[in-house]
């Protein structure tokens, strides 16, 4: 089957909801995320506020989708973090929740730096609970995480070369 093919029944399948700061949610069978627009401002992390960044398309993610298990499974060898309670990210990537944001670095080139959080950790975040933290709502804020071990990790996606690099996985305390 033709990428061309390929990405086009994926993006068929695509639904897409735009909720603050122009965030749009994405979710294809196997992933849910949210697509972060390059003027998401977050004032607590200044490297997201990045003058070279773009907002990811969702053909762009789809692409990153499509090649994320093949690549991470290569990418992974030392399954650094990934032992006894924290999981083996490439076996489990349908349970994490995904956000994408866009940078370019100094050659010019497009890259997506990805987070991937823990479903039932992420999900938990619920406006009507009595202790709701917008921070800590996956589809408004950018997440970073200093603990969890696997639950919670990030990599950076080359569109143009495809290349999966700078994998980082949180550590255990």
Same mark, same amino acid.
């Given at each position: 089957?033709s990428?061309?093919?390929?990405?086009?029944?994926?993006?068929a399948?695509?639904?897409?909801?735009?909720i603050?700061?122009?965030?749009?949610i994405?979710?294809?069978?196997?992933?849910?995320?949210?697509?972060?627009?390059s003027?998401?401002?977050?004032?607590?992390?200044?490297?997201?506020?990045?003058?070279?960044?773009?907002?990811?398309?969702n053909?762009?993610?789809?692409?990153?989708?499509n090649?994320? %298990?093949?690549?991470?499974?290569?990418?992974?060898?030392? +399954?650094?973090n990934?032992?006894?309670k924290?999981p083996i990210? %490439?076996?489990?990537?349908?349970?994490?929740? +995904?956000?994408?944001?866009?940078?370019?670095?100094?050659s010019?080139?497009?890259?997506?730096?990805?987070?991937?959080? #823990?479903?039932?950790s992420a999900? %938990?975040?619920?406006?009507?609970?009595?202790?709701?933290?917008?921070?800590?709502d #996956?589809?408004? %804020?950018?997440?970073?995480w200093?603990?969890?071990?696997?639950?919670?990790w990030?990599?950076?996606?080359?569109?143009?070369?495809?290349?999966?690099f700078?994998?980082?996985?949180?550590?255990?305390?």
């Amino acid at each position: 089957m033709s990428r061309f093919l390929l990405i086009s029944i994926l993006w068929a399948m695509f639904s897409n909801s735009v909720i603050g700061q122009s965030i749009k949610i994405v979710e294809g069978e196997k992933f849910l995320g949210a697509i972060f627009p390059s003027s998401y401002k977050n004032t607590s992390y200044d490297w997201l506020n990045d003058n070279k960044r773009f907002t990811p398309t969702n053909e762009e993610v789809l692409l990153f989708e499509n090649n994320l %298990h093949y690549k991470l499974k290569k990418v992974n060898k030392n +399954r650094l973090n990934q032992k006894g309670k924290c999981p083996i990210i %490439h076996n489990n990537l349908q349970k994490y929740i +995904r956000q994408y944001s866009g940078f370019i670095d100094d050659s010019g080139k497009k890259y997506l730096l990805i987070n991937f959080l #823990w479903s039932s950790s992420a999900l %938990h975040e619920n406006p009507s609970e009595e202790y709701y933290n917008e921070l800590g709502d #996956w589809k408004k %804020h950018w997440q970073v995480w200093f603990d969890g071990c696997s639950h919670f990790w990030n990599v950076k996606y080359y569109l143009d070369s495809e290349v999966l690099f700078d994998l980082q996985i949180n550590g255990s305390a």
